[in-house]
């Protein structure tokens, strides 16, 4: 009997080791000018995350919906819905004023995965949804 449940153990032990996902992290700054100015979220999933999926530097990710027309954030709270319908999750929302006119927003999500690929799931630039427009046609 001993050895069923040490048998049982180590196989769950590898089935669980196979499997066990990793954290990956966004960090969406909000720009706010003013009192009426409009927050333009700069989206910063970091340097090797940024560059091995997009490959383009994190300020110039811009996302575009199923019809490739592109999304305008009215606010960043529309910013963190469209973060977690996606499957990302909000860690740490904080702000910083570096002037008396000029402060900026830090939300951080994450998204548990095992797959750097899921990372990108639900999150679409102009450029890919040409791509995958080709790859149909």
């Known amino acids: 009997m001993k050895r069923y449940l040490l048998v049982f153990f180590l196989v769950f032990c590898a089935l669980t080791s196979f499997a ?16 009426k100015s409009k927050i333009k979220p700069v989206f910063d999933f970091g340097e090797k995350v940024s560059k091995e999926l997009w490959n383009c530097k994190s300020r110039k990710l811009k996302f575009v919906d199923e019809n490739g027309k592109r999304i305008k954030f009215r606010s960043i709270v529309d910013t963190a819905n469209f973060m977690s319908e996606r499957g990302w999750t909000l860690q740490e ?7 008396s006119k000029t402060s900026i ?33």
Request: glycine fraction near 6%; aromatic fraction near 16%.
């Open 20 to 35: 066990q996902s990793h954290k990956y992290y966004c960090e969406v700054k909000g720009y706010e000018k003013g009192v």
């Open 93 to 99: 929302a904080y702000s910083a004023a570096y002037s």
């Open 105 to 137: 927003k830090h939300w951080i999500f994450y998204k548990e995965t095992s797959n750097l690929e899921d990372v990108k799931e639900g999150l679409m630039r102009k450029k890919d949804y040409r791509k995958a427009q080709k790859v149909t046609e």
